[in-house]
């Protein structure tokens, strides 16, 4: 029968979240994945460094931003009656978390999670059977914990998945937005960036310089992915051509920082942490 209350839970991608009941008899083997993972990652030795676009800690350190989380978060946890349970036949899942005692554990959920439609057999005594039911993977992964409004994390592209960090980075200087504007990948008028590119635009930019995602982008692919997403890029001397325009511009920037996805279910586009089709 399934456990009375509920500790695992899921965020769409649209940002809803969802619960997961469970039954009593699996409950300590989920639970054991999450708190005594992300007990060991954030012990009592572990150094906590606040993060300041600094993308590299080592094994004994961990980065983290004071953020408060979504009220909708908050209410899973505190008044799961009235939450929906999961339904893996239409709900497009982003992350799962399991929470206990206040402290939030999450993991990243990817389509290759899912295992439905799929002609999955196990080891069934002496011989194979069939999986006939929808059914999805939890991973031995912790990517990111909530703590005392502390969100702790080893790596910024996994913890930016859960909640956007944008708001985390200071906005590109004029000595960095030129050092953008000298990349091989693509086409800038760094005078126009640098007199008209808003907050949005020069965060963009410094997430890009931090990430360092261009040094092994190809122009041609980013050009094709982003036709996906109806997001016209022009190709000039095999460079990309960032437009002298701020919403064409703030929309290529968010692609490049690889803020746009496909829904797995319905296959409408979207962009990262926001509800509104791409």
Do not use: H
Request: charged share 25%.
């Amino acid at each position: 029968m399934p456990n009375e209350t509920c500790n695992f839970f899921a965020i769409l991608k649209d940002d809803s979240v969802k619960k997961i009941n469970l039954l009593q008899s699996i409950t300590p083997d989920i639970r054991g994945v999450f708190v005594n993972i992300g007990n060991s990652i954030l012990n009592d030795d572990v150094e906590e460094i606040l993060f300041d676009g600094n993308f590299n800690v080592q094994d004994e350190e961990i980065l983290y931003v004071e953020l408060e989380l979504p009220a909708n978060v908050i209410e899973a946890s505190t008044n799961p009656i009235g939450i929906d349970v999961l339904n893996l036949a239409t709900d497009d899942i982003k992350t799962l978390f399991w929470v206990e005692n206040n402290v939030y554990y999450f993991q990243n959920f990817d389509k290759r999670k899912l295992l439905q439609n799929k002609n999955v057999i196990y080891w069934d005594r002496a011989t194979f059977n069939k999986l006939t039911n929808s059914a999805l993977i939890i991973d031995n992964i912790i990517n990111a914990i909530y703590k005392n409004n502390k969100f702790y994390f080893k790596s910024y592209s996994n913890a930016n998945k859960i909640f956007s960090l944008l708001t985390y980075f200071e906005e590109a200087t004029d000595d960095v937005i030129e050092q953008f504007s000298a990349n091989n990948v693509l086409s800038v008028d760094s005078t126009w960036l640098k007199n008209n590119g808003n907050t949005v635009i020069k965060k963009q930019i410094t997430l890009i310089q931090k990430s360092n995602v261009l040094a092994t982008a190809n122009p041609k692919k980013v050009k094709t992915s982003a036709n996906k997403f109806n997001l016209k890029i022009e190709l000039v001397d095999g460079k990309l051509v960032l437009p002298n325009d701020k919403k064409q511009c703030k929309d290529i920037l968010s692609f490049l920082n690889e803020q746009y996805y496909i829904g797995l279910i319905t296959g409408k586009k979207f962009r990262t942490n926001s509800k509104r089709d791409a």
